[in-house]
């Protein structure tokens, strides 16, 4: 087998002296860095030279300077996160060593999605440098996970603020030729007012979680504050439009409930938040609050005053710049001049926009966009100007009379929180009266057992602050009061939430089994754990916090991925009321924990495994996979306890070497030899398109009795169902058939990219099951994308395909699960290698792992299943008997989920999408309706869906007379290019230049934009 030859990588100073010359003058004239740091940096670029060397080209554009600025990036950020000192208690805290990441991006000239789209290289290649010189915790210390996702949220909060502040106010001076210069500058002092009022409310009214949802409400009640305050001319709406607000009374207009009903607030909240708004207003600013109902103003007429605090020359003109110029003290002496925040927070309405760069971040989910427009111009004494508030166009957009937003990643999560306030927080925070049955149905009264575990577990998940009123950050409140408000309102909902899927998956087993005693299910402690996980991680998905981002609640209830991947389907097909955007966060967390974190060190698929395929038992012991014995639920609780009075770890570092109650039931101990990346793998924020849902429903067990009972058994376990397998045998075969229906998924979507022919199709996807089967150790620590791609490639190679690897990896690129690391950062084992005379690193390029790997383990598989055929005779003598000539061959492809829209031809912009159900009626009229089929209705009784057609058809060309009129797919006037489609989709991932596939080929690997 030929091998492919891996990229050239450029030059390099091998002594690495210029570049230590050119970075300690960044440290000393950029950033005016202490001697120590300096040489600190210099250590940490020492160590991790001989790294970059080897990754130059894996990096950036490739180029020798723009690598070594990213790197000089990495390292700088790394010492300023890492480096610490001891305090007299032995503490150890976080150095203000006076420079930040912001600072760090700007002396370099890079900006912030640049940056977190190389950061994962840098922490998989150098992690075991940084676990030498940090420690093993350098991973949860360095938070690069939580500051990439801070700033996705403060970028679609922005976004999200400037079209909500477009919407109440003028981005113009109507009156611009009867006005100062000083009254031309007002609108955009007003919007800058309400972005830092906003910082001031995340920063002393909001916990230290800040997730979304919540800082959501907290900017649609600055909007409240900012209607009432705003000079009545600079208003873009009013008070008699009836569609948008809620009147109270005959005129007035009740201001709050109009904002809840617009962006699905909840009103309570929103009421609160107000409160904390006004008093940070009369403590920073120093203004006197007043009722409403006692103020005489014309900005408040025909407003509904109950509730509401007015402040006298709040916003007036005169008096606006002094406020800015203290909230902007106040922001910097809480959090800049602190040294507590990398991020300059009020640089998404300043002129910084060089920083906030463009592009997209977490695999494409969310775009963020740069400022185009500088807002000094705004400020500008000119007559008229262009506010900063977005592209001139209103998200607002009339639909039937009414205003109804357009759906955004922050709009979306409102209304996934206001299912949370609505159908699961009015239910009761214990066992209803029907799950109390099943738990007392078991072999024991088992009800105290459960509350108990749902509380230990989810005080775990979510946990008190540590003990004393400590103000943290300038912090006008105490920390610990809002924090464990917080802690205890999500552990409410997750409760909630576990009781009802509970007690719905308890009816259906019931009903299956024809018996209530479901006692080897409901004792089960990692079943339970696992349901309560993720009841968990759907609470979080829907507020969208920034510090508990999956796989927290893996770690912090003790369980595996493969654990977790158990309940999912279960979860979903039991919660009818489930929003959409919930079930699209799970089945893409399914996705993602069968791809790659299933096959990771410390799994307990493999503690299955090894009981399921025991010729797999030597490789999996020497490279120490299994996963270690789960805590138990006491170690758990002892361990809040002890935590109480220090901050609670995100890990669970203590287990007990007993198993479970119910067999073998073990969990990770995460090693700092393991390094994933992380960083956010896949944001909760996703198109609906760019999801592919997996239909693992159809997965049908051989077991008669109910999958869950015998998927969380002990694995040496008969299997119930009889057939001779054990709980083992039978949990991995039903996983392995999930992993190949994702496989047949991803297969097929690069199939369509590279137009390739349905013949190769089956033979990628043979081989793939081939290897799942028989070289089952290739996927051990790797993504099933990385056999994927190999697997085109062998079958490419021995077709004799003109398909090169870098054409496979560019097309990869354009996939919506495409994450640079797949190709650029495989696991190899060097111990391995060492012993057959080689020395290298653990993670290599993904042709050397082809080259290397792969090949040597595949080839006698790949030359078996792909045979090269010399001529056409051969193939037809060797048809099996029975089938005759000319015959189909039956396809072993399995069928697999539509995208939608599909792109139906690969030479014409024709895109097919399915008819939603709440347009049909509305777009056929009864005039009409005669020319429509619709899925499950006929023309006529009995007849086939050809003859249907075929009369639609003949309908059409009679209506039109002898008119034909036929779709000219060529002329180019009509042409609509897949860029503009895609665009339009808010599809990621898309080649930004709109060339087609076939030029791919010829676009050199590393000029193309990274997809991270």
């Not at 869906?945 to 797919?969: E, G, H, M, Q």
């Amino acid at each position: 087998m030929e091998e492919v030859q891996p990229p050239v990588t450029p030059p390099i100073d091998p002594n690495g002296k210029r570049s230590e010359t050119s970075l300690l003058e960044l440290c000393e004239k950029s950033l005016s860095l202490e001697g120590s740091i300096c040489d600190e940096v210099l250590k940490l670029f020492t160590e991790t030279k001989r790294i970059l060397s080897a990754n130059m080209s894996n990096i950036g554009n490739g180029t020798r300077e723009e690598v070594e600025r990213f790197w000089f990036a990495f390292i700088l950020y790394s010492v300023k996160r890492l480096s610490a000192r001891k305090e007299a208690d032995g503490q150890s805290v976080t150095t203000d060593n006076g420079f930040n990441l912001c600072q760090i991006l700007r002396a370099l000239k890079l900006n912030i999605v640049d940056f977190f789209r190389e950061l994962p290289q840098f922490v998989v290649k150098a992690g075991p440098v940084l676990c030498e010189l940090y420690g093993a915790d350098w991973e949860n210390r360095l938070q690069a996970k939580e500051l990439q996702a801070n700033f996705v949220h403060l970028s679609l909060l922005s976004n999200y603020y400037k079209r909500g502040y477009r919407e109440f106010f003028l981005t113009y001076n109507a009156n611009a030729e009867k006005t100062s210069a000083t009254s031309a500058s007002y609108l955009p002092d007003s919007y800058r007012f309400g972005w830092l009022l906003f910082l001031a409310l995340r920063n002393h009214a909001f916990s230290r979680f800040k997730d979304l949802v919540t800082c959501t409400n907290g900017l649609v009640s600055i909007l409240a504050i900012l209607i009432i305050h705003v000079p009545c001319r600079f208003r873009n709406f009013s008070t008699q439009d009836s569609s948008r607000f809620v009147m109270k009374g005959d005129k007035d207009v009740d201001l709050v409930a109009s904002l809840c009903k617009i962006y699905d607030a909840s009103e309570d909240e929103l009421r609160k938040i107000m409160d904390k708004a006004n008093n940070l207003i009369e403590t920073i600013l120093k203004k006197k609050p007043s009722s409403a109902s006692e103020c005489q103003t014309d900005k408040l007429d025909n407003f509904s005053r109950d509730g509401l605090t007015y402040f006298e020359d709040l916003l007036d003109e005169t008096s606006i710049s002094t406020s800015l110029i203290t909230l902007e003290k106040d922001y910097n002496d809480a959090v800049c001049n602190k040294g507590e925040l990398e991020l300059d927070e009020k640089m998404f309405i300043n002129e910084e926009d060089s920083l906030l760069g463009s592009g997209s971040l977490s695999a494409g989910a969310v775009n963020i966009t740069g400022v185009k427009r500088k807002i000094d111009a705004l400020s500008s004494p000119a007559r008229t100007f262009i506010s900063p508030l977005s592209p001139h166009k209103s998200p607002a957009a009339k639909t039937n009379g009414t205003n109804k937003l357009t759906a955004t990643p922050v709009s979306t999560a409102m209304t996934t929180a206001k299912w949370l306030r609505t159908v699961i927080c009015p239910l009761l925070p214990k066992p209803s009266p029907g799950l109390e049955l099943f738990l007392k149905s078991c072999d024991k009264d088992i009800t105290s057992d459960v509350t108990r575990r749902a509380h230990v577990i989810l005080e775990a998940i979510f946990p008190n602050s540590s003990l004393g009123d400590r103000c943290a950050g300038g912090s006008l409140q105490p920390v610990n009061l809002m924090d464990d408000i917080w802690a205890e309102q999500r552990r409410l909902e997750a409760v909630k939430l576990y009781y009802r899927v509970l007690e719905a998956m308890c009816k259906a087993e019931a009903q299956i089994l024809h018996a209530n005693n479901l006692n080897s299910l409901l004792t089960n402690e990692r079943f339970h754990r696992c349901m309560l996980a993720c009841s968990a991680e759907l609470v979080l998905a829907t507020h969208k916090t920034i510090t508990m981002l999956f796989p927290a609640v893996l770690e912090r209830t003790g369980i595996t991925a493969f654990d977790l991947s158990k309940v999912i389907e279960s979860f979903i097909r039991h919660e009818d009321s489930l929003p959409r955007e919930l079930r699209r966060h799970l089945n893409s967390l399914e996705e993602r924990l069968l791809e790659s974190m299933v096959w990771e060190k410390g799994s307990s698929m493999y503690n299955s495994l090894i009981v399921a395929r025991p010729s797999l038992a030597l490789e999996i012991n020497r490279l120490g996979l299994l996963a270690e014995p789960m805590p138990s639920l006491d170690a758990i609780a002892a361990l809040i306890n002890f935590s109480e009075g220090s901050h609670h770890d995100s890990s669970i570092q203590k287990h007990e070497n007993c198993p479970g109650q119910n067999g073998d039931i073990r969990s990770p101990k995460r090693q700092c030899t393991d390094y994933r990346s992380i960083l956010v793998e896949r944001n909760s924020f996703t198109s609906p398109v760019k999801d592919r849902l997996l239909a693992f429903s159809n997965v049908k067990p051989k077991m008669l009795p109910p999958p869950l009972q015998s998927a969380f058994a002990s694995p040496t376990r008969p299997n119930p169902g009889g057939g001779g397998e054990t709980c083992a045998e039978t949990g991995i075969n039903i996983f392995f058939t999930k992993i190949n229906k994702l496989a047949a998924v991803r297969i097929n979507g690069m199939v369509e990219r590279l137009q390739l022919s349905q013949q190769i199709r089956e033979s990628v996807y043979r081989l793939f099951q081939h290897v799942l089967a028989q070289r089952t150790s290739l996927l051990f620590n790797r993504h099933i994308d990385q056999i994927i791609l190999c697997c085109f490639y062998g079958v490419a190679k021995i077709s004799q395909m003109s398909l090169t690897f870098r054409e496979i990896i560019y097309n990869y690129r354009k996939q919506p699960q495409c994450k640079p690391l797949v190709f650029r950062s495989v696991f190899v084992d060097s111990l391995q290698c060492r012993r057959q005379g080689r020395i290298g690193p653990d993670h290599v390029d993904i042709i050397t792992f082809y080259n290397e790997v792969f090949i040597p383990a595949v080839k006698p598989l790949l030359v078996e299943i792909c045979p090269v055929r010399n001529d056409q005779g051969v193939e037809a003598n060797n048809k099996p008997e029975g089938q005759r000539p000319g015959s189909p061959k039956v396809s072993v492809f399995p069928s697999v989920p539509d995208m939608s829209p599909k792109k139906v031809s690969a030479v014409h912009n024709v895109y097919v999408s399915p008819l939603r159900g709440s347009k049909m009626d509305a777009l056929i009229s009864h005039s009409s309706k005669s020319y429509y089929a619709c899925v499950g209705e006929s023309t006529h009784a009995y007849q086939s869906p050809s003859k249907d057609l075929s009369a639609i058809n003949n309908r059409l060309n009679n209506s039109i007379s002898n008119r034909k009129r036929t779709l000219n797919f060529d002329v180019e006037a009509g042409m609509v290019s897949d860029s503009m489609v895609a665009n339009s989709l808010n599809l990621p991932n898309q080649n930004q230049n709109g060339s087609d596939a076939s030029s791919s080929g010829a676009a050199p690997l590393k000029t193309e934009p990274l997809d991270s």
